[in-house]
Structures are given as C-alpha cells and as structure tokens.
C-alpha cells in the first residue's frame, strides 16, 4: 500500500514537472504571437475569404479554384515550384546532416571558422544572392567561364539560364544561402546528445560511421523533420528568384514561371484578386499537408515517458 502511494505520489510529482517546464517556454513564445497573427492567421483568413468569394463578396464555392486550376499556366507553374522544391530538399538533407555530422565528428578549434564560413552566404538576402549568381552564370563576365562553356555547353547567358535549368539553377541559389544556417542548426542539436552516450558507443566498438549513422542520426531526427517542414514550406513560395531571373533575361523567362508568380500577375496584372487568393490557399494547403505527414511520421512533437 505505502509502496503503491509513494509510486502515485513519484508519478504526480513528475507530471507536475513537466507541466511546469512546458509554461517556462511561454515567455519566448508570447512576443512572437501578435506577430504571427497580424502577419499570419490574419492575412490567411483573408485569403480564405477571398479565394470562396467574388469581387463583390458573394459566395461561389470552389469556382476561383477550378477557374485558376483551368489556366494554362497552373500546372507547368506548380510542376516547376515540386521539381525545384524535390532537388533542393533533397541537397539540403543529404549534404548539411552529411556536413553537421562531419562538423561535430572532428570538433577542433577549426570547426567554429568552419561554421562562420558555412553560415556567410546566409547574410545575403535573396535579391542579393539571385544578382551574384546572374554574374556567376554570364559566361561574358563570369569566373567560372571556363565551366559555363566547356561542361555545361553554355556560351550565352541564356543558354545557362534555360528554363530547363531554371529548376536546378534555384536550388543551387537556395542551397547557397540557407545551408549554412542549417548546418550550425543540426550542429547545436548534436551538441545536445550527452558524451557518455558516444563514449559507450566507442567502447562497445563502433565506429565513426556507425556512431553517425545509429546514434547520432536518430537523436537529430526531429530537427531534421523540423528542417524539412522548414525549407519545404519555404520552397513553395518562391517568388523573388524567378521574378528577377525574368527582368534579367528581358522576358526569356516567363513571368508565371512560379505559382506565386501566377497569383502575383492575377492579382496586380489582371485585378483579380480572388483568384490569386486561390492559388495562395493552395499553396498553403500543400505546405499545411506536407507538414501534417511530416511530423505524424517522425514523431516530431512526441513527448518521451
């Protein structure tokens, strides 16, 4: 009986431990929250409102997403935003966890300036980092000329930005500048995993490879879905690197080479305003989807017993 109530009495202490430590949280939390509801919830509810509406507030249903869904210009733009999101996802999970891990395996004094040097295109905004890469890609005035022309087989400028490379060509961009970020991320989330823990794995025999792969991996999973979620959400909305691609070429790249170009052109080109609502509410609908699988397969907000 003693035994059982002191074991009650372990269980509610705990429990009112961790409720203690999910509230210490709530004072990071709280000054970001008028933000993300001026800046967030509220422009979506408006884009809700819009996108089911006519221009005169009458509800239509689904007619601006059929509508827009029968443009043209919808799938091509959708099919370049999943193909340029596809290989920049997968460069960034495959190269900054390759390069986290490779950090943190060989930690030294270098590392820190390794770090520094990763996250220093990160400081670049993106206008600024599409200009760079359009001297980079000008085989007229780039230094890597020799590249351009004898690898790739491009001698023009728009050769090198054909819109078949359009889709590469942004994720190298994207890659540049974010995965420098990335990188010191994941490595702060190894830093958490305790030494004894690495050290038991050493003497058990393991090597770097399988310390990496079995230990470390897992324990940096839910950042890397986090990462994910992330960059994904991110990759949807590109917007700024097509747009000055198409000023850059004098109209060799259409101007509804992305889908929030499209909703950008419906909306300021042609006055409608709903219907580039719709477009953004799909674009929210597939980065709210793909962030719904995300964490219910890797189990990113679990709480462990």
Same mark, same amino acid.
């Given at each position: 009986?003693?035994?059982?109530?002191?074991?009650?009495?372990?269980?509610?202490?705990?429990?009112?431990?961790?409720?203690?430590?999910?509230?210490?949280?709530?004072?990071?939390?709280?000054?970001?929250?008028?933000?993300? %509801?001026?800046? @967030?919830? =509220? +422009?979506? /509810?408006? &884009?809700?409102?819009?996108?089911? *509406?006519?221009?005169? $507030?009458?509800?239509?249903?689904?007619?601006?997403?059929?509508?827009?869904?029968?443009?043209?210009?919808?799938?091509?733009?959708?099919?370049?935003?999943?193909?340029?999101?596809?290989?920049?996802?997968?460069?960034?999970?495959?190269?900054?966890?390759?390069?986290?891990?490779?950090?943190?395996?060989?930690?030294?004094?270098?590392?820190?300036?390794?770090?520094?040097?990763?996250?220093?295109?990160?400081?670049?905004?993106?206008?600024?980092?599409?200009?760079?890469?359009?001297?980079?890609?000008?085989?007229?005035?780039?230094?890597?000329?020799?590249?351009?022309?004898?690898?790739?087989?491009?001698?023009?400028?728009?050769?090198? %930005?054909?819109? @078949?490379? =359009? +889709?590469? /060509?942004? &994720?190298?961009?994207?890659?540049? *500048?974010?995965?420098? $970020?990335?990188?010191?991320?994941?490595?702060?989330?190894?830093?958490?995993?305790?030494?004894?823990?690495?050290?038991?794995?050493?003497?058990?025999?393991?090597?770097?490879?399988?310390?990496?792969?079995?230990?470390?991996?897992?324990?940096?999973?839910?950042?890397?879905?986090?990462?994910?979620?992330?960059?994904?959400?991110?990759?949807?909305?590109?917007?700024?690197?097509?747009?000055?691609?198409?000023?850059?070429?004098?109209?060799?790249?259409?101007?509804?080479?992305?889908?929030?170009?499209?909703?950008?052109?419906?909306?300021?080109?042609?006055?409608?305003?709903?219907?580039?609502?719709?477009?953004?509410?799909?674009?929210?609908?597939?980065?709210?989807?793909?962030?719904?699988?995300?964490?219910?397969?890797?189990?990113?907000?679990?709480?462990?017993?």
């Amino acid at each position: 009986m003693q035994v059982t109530r002191k074991r009650g009495l372990h269980a509610g202490g705990a429990a009112r431990k961790r409720d203690q430590s999910a509230w210490r949280g709530l004072p990071f939390v709280l000054p970001y929250l008028p933000f993300l %509801i001026l800046f @967030g919830i =509220l +422009p979506a /509810i408006y &884009a809700l409102s819009l996108a089911f *509406t006519t221009s005169k $507030g009458k509800f239509i249903g689904l007619k601006n997403f059929t509508t827009t869904a029968n443009d043209y210009r919808f799938g091509p733009a959708f099919e370049h935003v999943f193909l340029y999101t596809s290989v920049w996802l997968i460069a960034l999970i495959v190269f900054v966890v390759g390069l986290a891990l490779m950090l943190h395996s060989r930690a030294s004094k270098a590392t820190s300036t390794f770090r520094f040097l990763y996250y220093i295109p990160g400081a670049l905004a993106g206008a600024a980092s599409v200009l760079v890469w359009l001297f980079m890609l000008d085989p007229a005035v780039s230094p890597a000329r020799f590249l351009l022309e004898h690898v790739f087989g491009s001698t023009l400028f728009v050769q090198a %930005i054909a819109p @078949g490379h =359009l +889709p590469f /060509i942004f &994720a190298m961009i994207a890659f540049w *500048t974010g995965a420098g $970020g990335w990188i010191v991320v994941l490595y702060g989330a190894l830093n958490t995993i305790p030494p004894d823990l690495e050290e038991a794995a050493r003497i058990d025999g393991a090597g770097a490879w399988t310390i990496a792969l079995r230990l470390k991996l897992p324990m940096i999973r839910k950042w890397i879905a986090y990462m994910g979620i992330l960059s994904f959400a991110t990759g949807t909305q590109l917007f700024v690197e097509p747009q000055l691609v198409n000023q850059a070429s004098l109209g060799f790249v259409p101007d509804t080479w992305s889908a929030n170009q499209l909703a950008y052109q419906l909306a300021f080109r042609y006055g409608k305003f709903n219907e580039a609502a719709a477009v953004s509410v799909d674009l929210l609908l597939i980065g709210l989807i793909a962030a719904v699988l995300i964490v219910t397969r890797t189990g990113l907000f679990r709480k462990e017993d």
